[in-house]
């Protein structure tokens, strides 16, 4: 068998594989955020659409000695099979982040951690949502948070955000009307539009869910990357049963897939099931990577420094638009996270504007693709924190040269 | 906020978990395995019960280089988002591999890579299981199929393996009596057995498969890890639909969680649409350590080794079971993998020999574990290659003690 040169495995298949498929399939579009994609492939286009971090801020040559020292100190342990619940030591350090920077009292047995936070997504949807439930979610809303659900084929619920924070009365009215297995909320700097819960938000929030007996998530993956301002106490403050999801995405790196989930021990009990029937566990090597980083002090001064080069990104391309957009377009000046929301004059339709956009060679993600009801066709997400502040100013201007455009 | 000590978070919730749990979680059941590893915590307990490659033969050194190479000529890229099909250089390996080992064409475009071949299981059922679904698997079965499916509550049929292969009568009973969405298989060294599939027998069940127009998933985990004999050909070479899943978990390292599937195109874009709702990608840094150490040749004498040591092993196990099992008990005596399957004589009780043999400082995985549908009382899993030979010698001994002892 090992000499034969390669041919084609016969007899061909013709396997109905649509006919196959689950019903779930279905139910997962594919995200338009790929088709984008494929545009900001051409090195000429500035893209604000994509949500990466800026590569040239990796703490690589760190990351480089640790990698190395945990493979030549516990090598045995980084490359064997681990527990489904993660390295005890980073649980610690999560817990203990919590407690640092909210006065969280959080046990390691709270923290299990995640494939990246998309898992944590795909886990709770797994423990909590049957076919038909309602999950409640920001209108516009996380696409990945809107794919890891879909999976599972719950009734979406739109509750509409704006820069003053969540619609209270349609919370309220939508928690009171149904029966709301789950709300899903990014509180900090949300992605897709950079808008903050105010603290009384958070606490009407908390308590109209809590109230409901509704399944509440807090995902936090900006929270750190704050350019000016307090941080906010989290809705876990106001409602001990509130899960929280954590990522070393934009606080670290996103390629080593790392992120967290805290919650009451009874769900990480489920979640642990379901994430051993997922992948086992979380790459071992990486965690102990990551935790070796952390422990050796090098955050306060990485963060601060992606605070710095992030923020005048933020303020570039917000100084860039107001001068830019025309009248009765409008745009937030975040005060974190890695995006900004545009909404164009009435009329306005970023659809037909993406088109002209990518002549223009610049790129940004379509109002639409966040909505999961229909909306945002006059809105935009722009992100600001993988361009330098020279290339900010010039794809605004494309942006606005596509604007004045024909249509 | 910062400066708070911390306090439990208020009011205290009183969610009610297990009613807001969705349907599935009812349907996997908690690992014995788990239970099993507690028992085996304890250093003086010889551990046969674990599934584990033998650390002293991680490549340690050779990955500590890689790492930081990796991160100090491609950093940026190793530490980003990525694709979620997969580092292309390491899906050309994957491809090029089943090209030299058997002689088929697979396109990388075929490739997708996964966070340990446990993903793969996951997203195959999510792109194929609908609940209620029949799902055909090997009886005894591999536990981590079993937990990844159940997930998606099919309803499970178990075809008899033996040494002899499986049971193609029982098969094609199967096959016709009812609709089957899908056949898993583990034809080289199954595990939990260690039984492989005969020639005759991988063509019959392809064939059988393809006629009833049920998805055939062949799992190959072990396949290179042969100590005796030469390489069958997969089903794959019978039936061009066939889709393969692959591990680096026992030819490298489990802790990086790398596996792939192999399916074709049409289903690929299904699982990637899945993946990215799951965890976006697999960890970049870890597939491109893993590729530089696969395409700097190191492999071959990697493979050989791991092969040298293991069959030894094996060899130690079988022959000392043999001189100790007592009259009627069988044990086989595997061509290849990390298991061996003793079946104890008529009466025996498998459960109730576990709990002596805890006693006597020795584990094992009793047969029940393996059974969807009852039946292994007599059976128990033994690993021989996490063990070193002196200690299986000993282990075998307690084991022994343990069968002579009361009860």
Same mark, same amino acid.
């Given at each position: 068998?090992? +000499?034969?040169?390669?041919?084609?495995?016969?007899?061909?298949?013709?396997?109905?594989?649509?006919?196959?498929?689950?019903?779930?399939?279905?139910? @997962? $579009?594919?995200?338009?955020?790929?088709?984008?994609? $494929?545009?900001?492939?051409?090195?000429?286009?500035?893209?604000?659409?994509?949500?990466?971090?800026?590569?040239?801020?990796?703490?690589?040559?760190?990351?480089?000695?640790?990698?190395?020292?945990?493979?030549?100190?516990?090598?045995?342990?980084?490359?064997?099979?681990?527990?489904? *619940?993660?390295?005890?030591?980073?649980?610690?350090?999560?817990?203990?982040?919590?407690?640092?920077? !909210?006065?969280?009292?959080?046990?390691?047995?709270?923290?299990?951690?995640?494939?990246?936070?998309?898992?944590? =997504?795909?886990?709770?949807?797994?423990?909590?949502?049957?076919?038909?439930?309602?999950?409640?979610?920001?209108? /516009?809303?996380?696409?990945?948070?809107?794919?890891?659900?879909?999976?599972?084929?719950?009734?979406?619920?739109?509750? /509409?955000?704006?820069?003053?924070?969540?619609?209270?009365?349609?919370?309220?009215? +939508?928690?009171?009307?149904?029966?709301?297995?789950?709300?899903?909320?990014?509180?900090?700097?949300?992605?897709?539009?950079?808008?903050?819960?105010?603290?009384?938000?958070?606490?009407?929030?908390? *308590?109209?869910?809590?109230?409901?007996?509704?399944?509440?998530?807090?995902? &936090?993956?900006?929270?750190?990357?704050?350019?000016?301002?307090? &941080?906010?106490?989290?809705?876990?403050?106001?409602?001990?049963?509130?899960?929280?999801?954590?990522?070393?995405? $934009? =606080?670290?790196?996103?390629?080593?897939?790392?992120?967290? @989930?805290?919650?009451?021990?009874?769900?990480?009990?489920?979640?642990?099931?379901? $994430?051993?029937?997922? &992948?086992?566990?979380?790459?071992?090597?990486?965690?102990?990577?990551?935790?070796?980083?952390?422990?050796?002090?090098?955050?306060?001064?990485?963060?601060?420094?992606?605070?710095?080069?992030?923020?005048?990104?933020?303020?570039?391309?917000?100084?860039? =638009?107001?001068?830019?957009?025309?009248?009765?377009?409008?745009?937030?000046?975040?005060?974190?996270?890695?995006?900004?929301? @545009?909404?164009?004059?009435?009329?306005?339709?970023?659809?037909?504007?993406?088109?002209?956009?990518?002549?223009?060679?610049?790129? !940004?993600?379509?109002?639409?693709?966040?909505? @999961?009801?229909?909306?945002?066709?006059?809105?935009?997400?722009?992100?600001?924190?993988?361009? &330098? *502040?020279?290339?900010?100013?010039?794809?605004?201007?494309?942006?606005?040269?596509? =604007?004045?455009?024909?249509?």
């Amino acid at each position: 068998v090992k +000499t034969e040169t390669p041919v084609p495995s016969a007899p061909v298949a013709t396997a109905d594989w649509p006919a196959l498929s689950a019903r779930r399939v279905a139910s @997962v $579009k594919t995200s338009f955020i790929r088709e984008i994609l $494929k545009v900001t492939e051409n090195p000429e286009v500035i893209s604000f659409a994509g949500g990466l971090p800026s590569p040239e801020l990796f703490p690589t040559e760190a990351l480089a000695v640790i990698a190395a020292d945990v493979l030549r100190t516990d090598g045995r342990q980084a490359l064997q099979y681990s527990t489904t *619940e993660g390295y005890r030591p980073l649980r610690e350090w999560v817990g203990a982040r919590y407690a640092g920077r !909210f006065g969280l009292a959080v046990d390691p047995d709270e923290i299990l951690i995640t494939t990246g936070s998309q898992q944590g =997504l795909d886990l709770l949807a797994k423990v909590f949502i049957n076919p038909g439930d309602t999950v409640a979610l920001e209108r /516009p809303g996380y696409l990945g948070a809107i794919q890891a659900f879909s999976v599972y084929e719950p009734v979406f619920a739109g509750v /509409p955000l704006s820069e003053a924070g969540p619609d209270l009365d349609a919370l309220r009215a +939508t928690l009171t009307g149904r029966r709301v297995k789950l709300l899903y909320t990014v509180p900090n700097f949300q992605n897709p539009s950079g808008f903050t819960y105010p603290a009384a938000a958070r606490r009407a929030v908390a *308590e109209a869910v809590a109230a409901a007996g509704t399944v509440l998530v807090e995902d &936090d993956p900006y929270g750190e990357l704050r350019y000016r301002g307090e &941080d906010l106490p989290p809705l876990r403050r106001h409602h001990a049963g509130t899960i929280m999801l954590g990522s070393f995405s $934009k =606080l670290v790196a996103p390629g080593l897939r790392l992120g967290w @989930v805290c919650a009451p021990c009874e769900v990480i009990r489920q979640l642990v099931v379901m $994430k051993q029937a997922a &992948d086992l566990h979380t790459d071992i090597f990486a965690q102990r990577i990551m935790h070796r980083f952390l422990a050796g002090g090098g955050l306060p001064a990485h963060v601060a420094r992606l605070r710095a080069v992030y923020g005048r990104r933020a303020a570039t391309m917000v100084a860039a =638009l107001r001068r830019h957009l025309p009248a009765g377009a409008t745009c937030n000046d975040p005060d974190g996270g890695m995006f900004l929301w @545009v909404t164009l004059p009435a009329g306005g339709d970023s659809r037909a504007l993406f088109e002209r956009a990518t002549q223009q060679k610049v790129a !940004f993600v379509p109002g639409t693709a966040f909505y @999961v009801d229909g909306g945002g066709e006059r809105a935009m997400r722009l992100n600001f924190t993988n361009t &330098d *502040e020279a290339r900010i100013e010039e794809g605004v201007r494309r942006l606005a040269a596509a =604007l004045a455009g024909p249509g």
